[in-house]
Each structure stands twice: as structure tokens, then as C-alpha cells.
């Protein structure tokens, strides 16, 4: 399932003083698919049953009171009676609504129990959506990004959503509801008066929350901000802990996280002292309605105006009934313009422009016999300065071909152009015939094997590392990948053998180990083409001997590219192309090489 983002128009993050709700209802109708579970009658029949129970909390509300009132003025008037079916009526609205706020009665409790099957739905549809696309982000982007900084908008932001919409449509709605009934029943019940002081009270509570709330907005952000860079520098660090230690700069790390944590504080500050400025506005208004209302009635009552004493009952509890929500109003105002500044930056991460998508009808790559060619490719990171400039060379089918040269020269870049983390400036890299921006990425990267020079494990077991290879490979698979790989003895001699935690990156094995894994990894796969980035080169003489054999067990009738600098590792390539500032300067075998006293090998 995928969901148009382009209509959203996220607000700069530089930019505090803006609304939160600007483009509030784009984001709301962004929100809606994740809320209406298409596929499932019964969540379906689940969300109307729960609006269903809503309706009938805004009638219970309503009669609460009206039945106090009925029982006040059975026991005032002469002669007095004692109704006890309007107590067991009362008593039964009472238990429906809850303790007057609604948070405890029947119809609540039914309701929220019956929604947390709705709200899970909702959560997994938009963390997986999110998730998804993050994955599908181009690597540029994943480069460039702060691992702490994406987990926080990520928490925020479906954690938020999940907020925004319960206080809509379970507290903002029906509060607003009962203001409505409350003013219709007071004009009516008793006169246009009431009616009055009720609606004067209610619009300048919401007028007074709305205003402060929106002024103080941009001190919420800016405390998000804060947050997000506290978080991220924690996070960096952490990852960082071997850097830190190899140059003592322990304490120069405390003091970096300290001046975060001061910068959230004061941020934090400014927003709490807001929010009491906030506060006691609406208690003033609250307060000023209370009493105008309540003199008024008294006065009738007192002076035979037409109110009984249970008239001024019904209208007190009515009203208090009411200012409690109403109460909570701005608490739920603010609480959803803290949901939609937590929700900006989600939308940015959702709007992020995937940069390598597939062309429009797309393919799968079919491998016939696995030539390459790279015809006239030009390729740079930034418009400034290119990488690559006008290369072409051919691997045929089954060959290996050696790339050499200075680091900076464009190595490793071809093997990313070749498996598409980058769409090449200019020319085209062809396999098989086939333009590989015309083929789906994930058929193209099916049929490649990577085993990169920076190998990165996930804090898994060894077992499930190597399997992720082909993660339906059985045991048997593995172990054999792990011989070839001359990983399998060392393997056994760890305590928990194959169900050893590697660590986070897989910092609990040594460099050489993590390498042999990523090779068996790559042999489990079974790929048409294989890329090799340095694939030896944090390995001791003995093992990189052992792991050479192996490889070409691996690469023999496939088509191979090897990136190194170590030219034991590269004699045996049917070609070795050497490359200085992005450009080929020299090409032939390693015999022919070396009598030409090349420039670059």
C-alpha cells in the first residue's frame, strides 16, 4: 500500500512562528487511510460501533442532570415523594457516564477497549509505511542523515498520530457537542440568558486557549529541536564510543551532551512558563462564567422567578458537568498542537524525494549470461565536481575484471552505479543488453553479491547473519557457505558456535571475522555478478590465501569486478583497468601491466 505525500506542504523547520494547523487538513486527510481499516469488515464494524457508543455518551450527559433536578424537587415540594425509580434511572446513567467526566463509566470503557484493536492497526499501517520508505530513500540521503535524530521523529511521529486522533475524535468533538446541547437545553429549559453565559463562557475559553496556544507554538518547536540534537549527539557518540576512547575525549563528549541538555532545558523552560500563563487565562474565564451563571439562578430561585431549588441543582451539576471537559479542552488543544509539531518532521521524512525509483513499467532483469557494460558514464555526488568522467569498459560474460587506482579515483563508486544506489549523470551501464535504470532495483539487486570493504553486521547471531544471504537457506546451507568462506572452524570454537551474538555493527567480532561472514553471506546468496569492494583486505596473509581460493571457487563462470589495492588479490583477473581522477588510464592483464611500467599499477 502506498500513499500520495506530495500534497503536503510541510512548513519549514526554521520558520517557528508559523500555525501548526497550517495545512492542517491536508495532513488530516494524509492520516485517514491509515485510520479506515479497507480490508477488514470487522475493525470496520468495530470503528461504527464505537461512534455508535460516542452518540449515546452525549444523551447520558444530557440526562444526568435532568434526573438530579427530578429527585431534588421530589423531595422539596409538597407533598414529598419518594422516587426510587428516578434514583435506579439516575444511578444507571451515572454508571453509563462514569464519575462526571466521562473517563470511568461503561460507555467509555466499552469504547476504549474496543478501539485498541483500531489503534494498533493504525499504528503498524503508518510505522510500516514510514518504514518502508526510509528503505527506499537513496543512500545519499542515508548518508547524509543522524541515526538518533530519525529514530526520535520516528517515535514521535506515530506516537503522535495515534494521539491526534483519539483526542479528535474521542475529546475535541464530543466536548464541542455538549457546549452545543448545553446552550439549545439552558434557551429552552430556562431562558435565553443562560443560554448566553454559557456560549459567552465557552467561546472566550476556546478563543483564549486557541490564541495562547497558537503563540506559544513556536517555543514547542523549538524545544523539539532541541531534543532532536540532544538525542542525536547521544546517539553519535555512543556509536562513536571506540573513537572517543582512542583519542581520551571522554570528557570532551560529557561536556558536548551537557551544553545539549542545557540548550532542551532552557527551550523547555520558556514552553512550561508559557503553559502557565496558559492556564490560569482559562481558569479566570471558567471561573467569571461560573458565577454569573450561578447568581443569575440563585436570584430566581430566591425571588420566585420560575426556578425551583432543583432548577439551580440541574444547573449547577449541568454546568460543572460541562466545565470539567471544557477543562480539558485546552489541555486536548494543546496536546494536538503538540501532535502536529511532532508530526512536521515525520511528514518532512515522508516527503523525503526518493532519488533511484523505477522507470514507469519496468521489468525485472533477466540474466542470460551476466556482460556488463559501461558505456560513456559520467557520474558526481555534487554538480561540482565529477567522480567519474566518460567511462567505458566491458566485462563479458564469466570474466573478471580488476578496477585499481589512488583512493579518490572512482573504484568503489562504479560498484554503487553498478548495483543503482546512484543513477549515473550521463551514458548508461548496460547487463545483458538491458539499461539497468529500465529494470526493477530489486530483481537488478537480486542478481548481484556485494561483499563491501566496510562490513556491517546486524547485532544478530552469527547463523542468522550469514542466512541473511538467502534467509530460506537451512543450516546445512549455511555451514557449507561458512567453509567456503573459511569462517566454519573458527566459528565452532566460539561458546555459542553458530548462535553467537555478533554486536552492535558486529563489534564483538574482529575485523578479518566480520569479512569472512559477509563472504559467506555473499556465497549463500548465489548471485549471477559478483562485486567485490576490498574484499580481503582486513585479513591476515594466511587467510585472505585460504578466502582467495574460495572466491574463485565463488566467482568461476560468473562475472566479477574486484576493487583493491593489494595486487595478490587481482593477478589472476582477465583485466585490470586502472583508474586516476576518474578517468582510465590504462588497461590490459597483470602481465601486460607491468611491462608497460603503467602509470597507475
Known amino acids: 500500500m502506498y500513499y500520495d505525500y506530495e500534497n503536503l506542504i ?99 470503557n466499552l469504547r476504549s477497549f474496543l478501539w485498541i484493536r483500531i489503534q494498533q492497526y493504525t499504528t503498524r499501517e503508518i510505522e510500516l509505511e514510514l518504514f518502508r520508505h526510509l528503505h527506499n530513500l537513496s543512500l545519499r540521503w542515508h548518508l547524509s542523515r543522524k541515526t538518533g535524530e530519525v529514530l526520535r521523529v520516528m517515535d514521535r511521529g506515530t506516537d503522535s498520530i495515534n494521539n491526534l486522533l483519539n483526542y479528535i475524535l474521542f475529546s475535541i468533538v464530543p466536548t464541542i457537542v455538549d457546549i452545543i446541547v448545553a446552550v439549545v437545553f439552558f434557551i429552552t429549559a430556562f431562558n435565553g440568558w443562560f443560554g448566553l453565559i454559557v456560549f459567552l463562557t465557552m467561546i472566550l475559553y476556546i478563543i483564549a486557549t486557541i490564541t495562547v496556544t497558537e503563540w506559544r507554538t513556536k517555543f514547542q518547536r523549538l524545544m523539539n529541536l532541541a531534543d532532536n540534537a540532544q538525542k542525536a549527539r547521544s546517539v553519535d557518540s555512543l556509536l562513536n564510543f571506540e573513537t572517543v576512547k582512542y583519542y581520551g575525549a571522554e570528557q570532551y563528549e560529557v561536556d558536548c551532551y551537557r551544553e545539549a541538555i542545557l540548550k532542551y532545558q532552557v527551550e523547555e523552560w520558556r514552553s512550561l512558563v508559557t503553559f502557565n500563563i496558559l492556564n490560569t487565562t482559562q481558569n479566570i474565564i471558567v471561573c467569571a462564567g461560573l458565577l454569573a451563571g450561578s447568581m443569575l439562578c440563585a436570584y430566581m430561585v430566591a425571588y420566585e422567578k420560575g426556578l425551583s431549588v432543583g432548577d439551580y441543582v440541574l444547573f449547577a451539576s449541568y454546568i460543572i458537568q460541562l466545565y470539567v471537559p471544557l477543562n480539558w479542552f485546552g489541555t486536548y488543544y494543546r496536546a494536538i498542537q503538540k501532535n502536529f509539531v511532532d508530526m512536521e518532521n515525520m511528514f518532512d521524512l515522508m516527503r523525503e524525494d526518493q532519488e533511484v525509483i523505477d522507470a514507469p513499467g519496468a521489468g525485472p532483469m533477466l540474466i542470460y549470461n551476466g556482460g556488463i557494460d559501461f558505456s560513456n558514464v559520467s557520474f558526481g555526488y555534487s554538480p561540482e565536481k565529477l567522480v567519474l568522467d566518460n567511462v567505458s569498459f566491458r566485462v563479458p560474460p564469466g570474466k573478471t575484471m580488476a578496477l585499481v587506482g589512488p583512493s579518490g579515483s572512482g573504484k568503489s563508486t562504479i560498484i554503487r552505479l553498478l548495483f543503482r544506489f546512484y543513477d549515473v549523470s550521463s551514458g548508461a551501464i548496460v547487463i545483458d543488453g538491458q539499461n539497468i535504470k529500465t529494470v526493477k532495483q530489486a530483481s537488478l539487486r537480486k542478481a548481484i553479491g556485494v561483499v563491501p570493504q566496510d562490513t556491517v553486521l546486524f547485532n544478530n547471531t552469527i547463523r542468522y547473519n550469514i542466512q541473511y544471504g538467502r534467509v530460506d537457506a537451512s543450516d546445512i546451507d549455511v555451514i557449507t557457505a561458512a567453509r567456503s568462506a573459511d569462517i566454519h572452524e573458527r566459528i565452532l570454537t566460539f561458546p555459542d558456535q553458530y548462535d553467537t551474538q555478533v554486536g552492535e555493527r558486529g563489534l564483538r567480532l574482529s575485523g578479518g571475522e566480520k569479512q569472512r561472514v559477509a563472504i559467506a553471506r555473499t556465497i549463500l546468496k548465489s548471485p549471477s555478478i559478483v562485486l567485490l569492494d576490498e574484499a580481503t583486505s582486513a585479513l591476515d596473509t594466511k587467510t585472505e590465501r585460504n578466502i582467495q581460493s574460495a572466491l574463485r571457487k565463488v566467482c568461476a563462470n560468473r562475472t566479477t569486478i574486484i576493487v583493491a589495492h593489494r595486487l595478490s588479490t587481482i593477478i589472476h583477473a582477465d583485466e585490470i583497468v586502472v583508474l586516476k581522477d576518474g578517468v582510465i588510464v590504462e588497461r590490459g592483464c597483470h602481465e601486460d601491466l607491468l611491462l608497460k611500467d603503467g602509470k597507475g599499477y
Not at 15 to 26: G, I, K, L
Open 10 to 108: 510541510a512548513p519549514s523547520r526554521d520558520d517557528v512562528n508559523q500555525s501548526t494547523f497550517r495545512n492542517a487538513w491536508s495532513k488530516i486527510k494524509t492520516l485517514a487511510p491509515f485510520l479506515w481499516p479497507k480490508r477488514d469488515c470487522f475493525l470496520q464494524f468495530r470503528v461504527i460501533f464505537c461512534f455508535l457508543l460516542l452518540l449515546g455518551g452525549r444523551v447520558i450527559n444530557l440526562y444526568v442532570p435532568i434526573y438530579n433536578k427530578k429527585i431534588v424537587d421530589s423531595l422539596t415540594e409538597t407533598p414529598m415523594k419518594f422516587r426510587w425509580d428516578w434514583i435506579l434511572i439516575y444511578v444507571l446513567f451515572k454508571f453509563l457516564q462514569g464519575g462526571g467526566t466521562g473517563t470511568m463509566g461503561l460507555l467509555n
